[in-house]
């Protein structure tokens, strides 16, 4: 079993920052993707961002330049730094885990990021 711990969320104005973490634990292989996505109240959960093992990254076009995901491969866990944040960007984060060896899907509980003045 897996299990994925997310942290980091918070209230921050708009032009702000944050950075959100989530650790791994659990039966994890080395081969597998860790990823952000994010649902805004009455919307779909989407893709923000998604890392490789190999540290091949994947973003939301609406994210991009604006947000980094970047990977300790050794500790199992995903960074996600969010700068110049807009409102837009409010929702609840859920971090992701899906492994290579096994196709099984994990989700973190979510961690709620609001950007208002």
């Known amino acids: 079993q897996v299990q994925l711990v997310e942290s980091g969320g918070g209230l921050v104005q708009p032009g702000g920052s944050l950075r959100l973490s989530c650790a791994a634990s659990?039966?994890?292989?080395?081969?597998?993707?860790m990823g952000w996505y994010r649902q805004a109240p009455g919307k779909q959960r989407e893709l923000v961002a998604t890392?490789?093992?190999?540290?091949?990254?994947n973003y939301a076009d609406s994210v991009k330049g604006r947000f980094t995901i970047s990977r300790d491969n050794a500790k199992n866990t995903v960074y996600l730094q969010m700068n110049s944040l807009k409102p837009e960007d409010t929702a609840v984060y859920y971090c992701?885990?899906?492994?290579?060896?096994?196709?099984?899907?994990?989700w973190g509980q979510g961690t709620q990021v609001t950007v208002s003045s």
């Open positions: 992701n885990l899906w492994q290579f060896t096994t196709t099984h899907n994990y």
């Open positions: 890392i490789t093992s190999g540290l091949s990254t």
């Open positions: 659990g039966s994890i292989f080395s081969i597998n993707t």
